[in-house]
C-alpha cells in the first residue's frame, strides 16, 4: 500500500486549501457566533465538485475515491470544523446512501442536483430517546395504497432545516426488528415534512443541526431505497463509510489545531526565549505530532479498505476512535499551549477546542467504536 499523495490528490488539497484561505477563513467567527450555515458557500463548493465528489459522472458528481474524498474534508476542516462536517454529512450519508442503494431513476433524479450543490441533503437516523439504541427508534410509516405515511421526530440532524432532499430511516415493521427498518427519500416540498428546532451548540455551530418532523407526510413507494425492511442494514454500511468522513474531519481539526499551536511557541516568548523551547511545551508538541500522524496512517488503511474489499467496518471504527480522540486531545493541548490567549476568541485555539468534542460522538460514540471493533476481534477470534 502507498499512501503518498498522488498528483490528483495534491491538486485538490491546494485547491481546498486556496478555496478556505479566500471563501471560508474571513467569514468563520461572524458564522460561529451567529451559527449560520453558509449555504451559498456551499454553491460554490457544489461548483468545483466537493459536494458529490463519490458519485460517478453520469450522475453529475466528481467520480472519485476515498483517498480524494479524505484529503478534501482534512484541508476544510484545517480552516473550520463545521464547514468540514456539513460536507461530510452531504457526501457520505446522504448522497452516498441514494448513490449505494437507490435504483437507476431515483440515483438519476436525485443525484445530480446533490452533487453540483443546487440540492443540500440530511440524513435522519437519531431521534431523541434513540441514539446509540436505533433499533428502538418510534418515527413509523405505514403502507397507504401507493403511499408511505411517516409519523415521528428526528433529531441532531444535520441541515435539518436547509436540506432540500433527506434520507430517513423509519419504522415499518416491529420494534427492535433489524429488518423492520426502512429507508426513505423524504423531498422538501412534500406536505407535512417541516424543519423543528434548531440546536444551540458548543461547537460546529456554522453546521446546521436540527429536528425533522414528519406529520402524516405522504411519501410515494417509489421514494424508498432498496426493499422495504432493510434499512437498518444499509445504515450500519453507510455509517462504515461515514466514520471515514469523521476520522478525515478529526484529522483536519486536529492538524488546524496543532499548526496554530507550533506557530505560537516558536513567536511567544518566556524567560527570554521562544516557549517552543521549553521542554514542556516540545513534549506537548511531539506528541500532538505523533497522534495526527498515527491518525492519518489509519483513515489511509480504512481508505484503502473501503476501495479494495477490505474490513471497513473494523478500519473505519479504529481511523474514527484514534482520530477523533486525537482530535480533542491535540486541541486541548492548543488551548494550554496559548495559555490564557488559548481562552479568548481572538485566537483559534479555543474554536478547534470547541468543534473537536463532537468528533467522539457523531456518527457513532468512540464507546460505540469501541465496541464494534472488539465484536470484530472477538468474532475472528484474535
Known sequence: ????DSETI???????????????????????????????????????GLLGMLVPEQYGGAGLGYFEYSAAIEELAAV?????????????????HILTFGNEEQKRRLLPKLATGEHIGAWGLTEAGT??????????????????????????????????????????????DSHGITAMVVERDMPGFKGGKKEDKLGMRAS????LIFEDCRVPAANVLGDVGEGFIQAMKILDGGRISIAALSLGIGRGAFDAALAYSKEREQFGRPIAHFQGIGFKLADMAVGIEASRLLINQACWAKENGGDVTRLGAMAKYQASE???????????????????????????????????????????????????LIKDGL
Open 10 to 48: 495534491s491538486a485538490i488539497r491546494d485547491m481546498v486549501r486556496d478555496f478556505g484561505a479566500r471563501e471560508i477563513q474571513p467569514h468563520i467567527m461572524k458564522w460561529d457566533e451567529a451559527q449560520h450555515f453558509p449555504r451559498e458557500t456551499f454553491t460554490k463548493m457544489g461548483e468545483l
Open 326 to 376: 486525537m482530535c480533542v486531545t491535540v486541541a486541548t493541548e492548543g488551548v494550554q499551549i496559548f495559555g490564557g490567549y488559548g481562552y479568548t476568541k481572538e485566537f483559534p485555539a479555543e474554536k478547534y477546542y470547541r468543534d473537536s468534542k463532537l468528533c467522539t460522538i457523531g456518527e457513532g460514540t468512540s464507546e460505540i467504536q469501541k465496541l464494534v471493533i472488539s465484536r470484530s
Open 1 to 4: 500500500m502507498n499512501f503518498q
Open 208 to 211: 446546521e443541526t436540527a429536528e
Open 80 to 96: 473550520c470544523g463545521a464547514v468540514g462536517l456539513s460536507m461530510a454529512a452531504h457526501n457520505s450519508l446522504c448522497t452516498n
Open 131 to 176: 441514539g446509540s439504541d436505533a433499533m428502538r427508534m418510534r418515527c413509523t410509516a405505514v403502507k397507504d395504497g401507493d403511499d408511505w405515511v411517516l409519523n415521528g421526530t428526528k433529531n441532531w440532524i444535520t441541515h435539518g432545516l436547509s436540506a432540500e432532499v433527506a434520507v430517513v430511516l423509519v419504522r415499518t415493521g416491529e420494534l427492535l
